[in-house]
């Protein structure tokens, strides 16, 4: 009888489970209303409820115990939610640099633009390709573009120590190409000058990078012109003119990509076929958009993977002292538990009952998980090597709603466990013994 | 130590509670198992016996540009060091570019500044006379099927041939078996191929070297060795930073991410959590053995010794727990480092992570066992008969 009911149990946990983590936020409202109903429309619900209230309205009595639930899954919850939000933060600075309407050109099989590399030539001919909007001149709006690496001195660093950041050198229709780029503070660099600008997110990693100042990359001296901003990934780089930095880095004529505006917000199908019909071009193009959130993929991953493993293990330890706690309840209840039992209460409302009272800690701890993982990271400045680039992407954690819904998942699931086991000894023990227990 | 018996009674007198506060405890060491791993394969990357004589110098200006391969003559004059050699970033590929393998372009001398790669004579001597040969980690030879004597197509992610093709075929001329265990999950992942045959076949490197490897004859002479160097190209369009390869490879590994700051963030969350949750079994067990506890009292014990008895019994719960928990992730890291190709090599459970475990499990035992233990030893034996 015994080992039935578990393995029954068990069967349910794992179906209930996957149930849940398939689960949008849409179908949990309709499940907690439709629990409510029950609550409220039936008998046995009306009196799992008054079993329950019983339970909360004595946790106060056991403030250490039930503590132990909500802290515990508190903690599992701030730490996924904190690792989701980063995953999240990168992933979304990445996307946010590319757009729809925007397309990149690099070399035939060519998957980033640090490894791409185009001739004279193929820049000429990408940028006279049809479907590129033109400005009021009626010059193609493509931005030919050298990427290189440089060494800075990290802000707050020790005194040699220096960090990688992406040089990219743009064309004159850089600022017609890339609209979200501003600066906030200086001005733009003079072409055919050793100027550069400094993105914001670059001035929050390295020293030196003040308007009016020189730095010194390698054995060339730079000029600071100004600071600029976007919201994205560029924010991370330094810009100047990229005959200028071909020029330095002994790149000749050749640029890494071609940036291109296109005419039509649709229309990169068509653009993508005028470049694949040109036989003397051997070139990979994609629209920024794309380009980005690939680029992002891997370390998302990777940082999500870390985060649910974490999580996981945390998880288990959480839902042991939840069981913990909730055997200890249901034992200090045991007799009026089976007093109930006694009058004529059947076992299912007992059960739901004490479910009740579980997840309602559960619920509170994740709630306060992600509170404080929302009060603490949303926001928080982190920064990595990105893949696919030469210099150190910075960028915020965001905690966003997906991540703290997933988060409460977590929270109740632990719960619904802990709960569930407690749940079934009390609704199984024979009400005679309990009785007589003291 | 008499007494121990009558501990181990009282600690597992409620089994279930026992054992369910000890799953949890072995959770959270098993973390910090993991974790300090992590932390530590993070912190003493390049900090062996053999990293300590090598000196890695690349482009002062950025990681990516290339410096004349003339130098090495130069750098092989300076006074203190015993040899030097080069290699270049190959970025290849096997299959699916998705299936990224580290393979580096290296001169003929590479393996001799590396005696953590052995490598057989008579493969070494197949590899040195075979121009599109190429030598693999034992583990990366696993993980594709490859045998010696196979032809391997490679497609490297930057290089393409004088045709625009990015497809390369090498021979596999030998396996190189790993004879550094802890830094064993790089060696074993890794592709060499020749350096010449790699220039000769791009168009794109021009006779140029990604970065130097130099070995010193003292290691106490490094620094000195390292600013020699640097000195050779200063002021020239090729300018070099030379640094230990420990401090290169911190300086790296600090770029990737602030290990610390993530695994001391999670482990501090950990550890609080547990301290209420032991803590709280703690005080349910010491509430319930009131009475027995006075009768210890009344039959003599001493205040203090009830105190001690408590407090070991909250040590004894989390040293249990801790011990298995950090047990429980040794043979877990490897399958780990396994499992992410190269890319994470996990240095095992050493003194210092069973050290730091130990002296938490301590730690956190006397913390959590005072507050019931001081309660247990200002008990009134009468009060406590009475159930008052």
């Given amino acids: 009888m015994k080992i039935r009911v578990s393995l029954l149990l068990i069967l349910l946990l794992v179906v209930v489970l996957v149930g849940w983590v398939l689960l949008p936020w849409q179908g949990a409202l309709v499940l907690a209303a439709l629990l409510a109903v029950w609550l409220a429309a039936t008998r046995a619900g009306r009196r799992a409820l008054s079993v329950a209230g019983v339970g909360i309205s004595t946790l106060g009595q056991r403030l250490g115990a039930s503590a132990v639930i909500v802290v515990g899954i508190a903690g599992v919850v701030g730490v996924l939610v904190a690792m989701l939000a980063m995953a999240e933060g990168y992933a979304e600075t990445l996307r946010r640099t590319g757009s729809a309407d925007s397309a990149l050109v690099l070399r035939g099989a060519s998957d980033a633009e640090v490894t791409s590399g185009l001739d004279r030539d193929s820049v000429v001919q990408i940028a006279q390709t049809p479907g590129i909007a033109r400005d009021a001149k009626g010059e193609p709006l493509a931005s030919p573009e050298v990427i290189v690496a440089a060494n800075l001195p990290i802000k707050g660093g020790l005194a040699d120590e220096e960090g990688s950041v992406q040089l990219r050198g743009v064309g004159p229709q850089a600022w017609a190409v890339r609209p979200q780029v501003r600066i906030v503070e200086g001005r733009r660099f003079t072409p055919g000058l050793r100027e550069l600008i400094v993105g ?125 706690t909730m055997f ?47 009060l603490l990271f949303n926001g928080y400045a982190a920064s990595t090597m990105a893949a696919g680039s030469v210099g150190k992407l910075s960028f915020e954690l965001h905690v966003t709603a997906a991540v703290l819904w997933q988060g409460l998942k977590w929270a109740l699931a632990i719960g619904f466990i802990g709960g569930l086991f407690p749940a079934a000894r009390a609704a199984t023990m024979p009400v005679t013994t309990a009785l007589r227990e003291l | 130590m008499k007494y121990l018996h009558l501990i181990w009674a009282s600690l597992f007198r409620r089994k279930t509670r026992t054992i369910l506060t000890l799953v949890s405890i072995v959770a959270a060491f098993l973390l910090f198992g993991l974790l300090d791993a992590v932390r530590t394969s993070f912190a003493e990357a390049g900090q062996s016996a053999n990293g300590a004589q090598r000196l890695q110098t690349g482009s002062r200006l950025s990681f990516i540009q290339l410096l004349p391969q003339s130098l090495q003559a130069r750098i092989a004059q300076v006074p203190g060091v015993k040899i030097v050699t080069y290699a270049n970033w190959f970025g290849g590929a096997y299959q699916d570019p998705h299936n990224q393998v580290f393979s580096f372009a290296v001169a003929p001398n590479y393996l001799d500044v590396y005696p953590e790669m052995a490598v057989s004579d008579a493969e070494r001597k197949t590899f040195d006379a ?77 006779g140029q070297v990604g970065w130097y490897v130099t070995r010193v004859s003292d290691v106490n002479q490094a620094d000195r060795v390292a600013k020699a160097i640097d000195a050779l190209s200063a002021n020239s369009d090729h300018e070099t930073r030379t640094l230990t390869e420990q401090a290169a490879t911190a300086a790296w590994m600090k770029q990737l991410a602030d290990i610390g700051l993530i695994v001391s963030s999670i482990m501090g969350a950990v550890f609080f959590t547990l301290m209420l949750l032991a803590g709280n079994t703690m005080m349910q067990a010491v509430r319930e053995r009131t009475g027995e506890l006075a009768v210890l009292k009344t039959i003599g014990f001493t205040s203090t010794s009830v105190l001690a008895m408590v407090l070991v019994e909250s040590v004894l ?22 499992a992410s190709r190269g890319m994470l090599s996990l240095a095992p459970v050493g003194i210092g992570s069973w050290a730091l475990g130990g002296a938490l499990m301590l730690g956190i035992g006397v913390l959590v066992g005072a507050l019931p233990a001081w309660s247990a030893m200002r008990l009134n034996i009468v009060d406590a008969l009475a159930r008052r």
Avoid: C
């Fill in chain 1, 200 to 324: 914001r997110g670059a001035v929050r990693q390295f020293a030196g990078l003040v308007p009016g100042h020189e730095i010194r990359l390698g054995s060339q001296m730079w000029m600071v012109a100004g600071v600029f901003a976007s919201g994205d990934a560029l924010e991370s780089e330094i810009w100047a003119d990229a005959d200028i930095v071909a020029q330095t880095y002994e790149r000749g004529s050749s640029r890494n990509s071609v940036t291109v505006r296109l005419a039509d917000p649709n229309g990169f199908a068509a653009f993508k076929r005028a470049l694949e019909a040109n036989p003397q071009l051997k070139i990979e193009a994609m629209t920024t958009l794309d380009y980005f959130s690939k680029q992002s993929e891997g370390t998302t991953a990777v940082i999500r993977v870390i985060g649910i493993v974490v999580g996981a293990i945390m998880a288990v330890g959480a839902m042991f002292g939840a069981l913990n």
């Fill in chain 1, 328 to 374: 200890a309840a249901v034992a200090a209840r045991a007799r009026e538990i089976a007093t109930l039992r006694a009058i004529g209460f059947a076992g299912l409302p007992v059960v739901v009952a004490i479910l009740l009272e579980t997840m309602l800690l559960a619920l509170l701890g994740g709630i306060l998980g992600g509170a404080l993982a929302w």
């Fill in chain 2, 130 to 206: 075979t121009r599109t040969g190429a030598l693999v980690g034992e583990g990366l030879a696993q993980r594709f099927h490859w045998k010696v004597g196979d032809r391997i197509p490679m497609q490297s992610t930057i290089f393409p041939d004088r045709s625009g093709s990015k497809n390369w075929t090498f021979d596999v001329s030998g396996i190189i078996h790993s004879t550094d265990k802890k830094a064993s999950g790089f060696f074993d992942q890794l592709l060499l191929l020749h350096w010449t045959y790699f220039d000769e076949t791009t168009p794109y490197n021009r």
């Fill in chain 2, 317 to 338: 719960l989390l040293v249990l727990g801790g011990v298995l928990g950090i047990a429980l992730a040794e043979p877990l890291i490897p399958l780990i480092s396994h």
